[in-house]
């Protein structure tokens, strides 16, 4: 069956330590996905040595956590905690100090 709902290629089921389902809302959800494959996509440039480029997709990634509504939501997951700590790792390995204080 097809589905019209543009959103239904966001969708995706977030578990908690228990494995009880978490509900997320719709755009919630959309911004979650799109983080999180920034997220993925910043740690491969990071693996390949192209910090600079790892940089954008992870402040990207950033930018899609913020607008997720939910910020409880934020955080019972540690998908937002583990890219702060992979932002800060990357303006380390840049040498851009004053971008620590920042974020």
Partial sequence: KQNSDDDSQYRFEVENQ??????????DNKNLV???SLHQKGLKMLDKG?????????????ISFQKVQDTGLLERIDNYAR?????????LKL???DELTIH
Avoid: H, N, Y
């Fill in 18 to 27: 228990d494995g009880t389902k978490l509900k997320i809302d719709p755009e």
């Fill in 34 to 36: 799109v983080a999180m």
């Fill in 50 to 62: 192209e910090s600079e480029m790892a940089s954008k997709f992870l402040l990207e990634s950033d």
């Fill in 83 to 91: 890219l702060c700590l992979d932002i800060m790792w990357c303006f």
């Fill in 95 to 97: 040498k851009k100090f």
